[in-house]
């Protein structure tokens, strides 16, 4: 599990302590049918919400190792000319 997603578990774990503190027990069971479907429509949307997060946060670390490679390449392309010369010189 990435620190990323530890952050979001965290937050999740403290919506649902928020969330038994101020229901109390035995709440879900009687709940009316017009806020039960709210209730579940806001928990979806926190589902699709987490999963885009988890999506745009492995996009970010493709792209950071893409810009690393880069560098390093470039590092390589810098150093080539001089490890050609050293070599020929040897």
């Not at 937050?11 to 009316?32: P, S």
């Amino acid at each position: 599990m990435s620190h990323f997603e530890r952050l979001l578990q965290d937050d999740l774990n403290r919506l649902i302590d928020r969330i038994a503190v101020r229901a109390g027990e035995g709440t879900a069971a009687g709940l009316k049918s017009d806020l039960k479907a709210h209730i579940e429509r806001a928990e979806e949307h926190l589902t699709v919400l987490r999963a885009a997060l988890l999506d745009g946060y492995a996009e970010w670390e493709r792209a950071m190792d893409e810009c690393e490679d880069l560098w390093a390449l470039a590092g390589l392309r810098r150093e080539a000319p001089e490890e050609a010369a050293r070599l020929r010189a040897a």
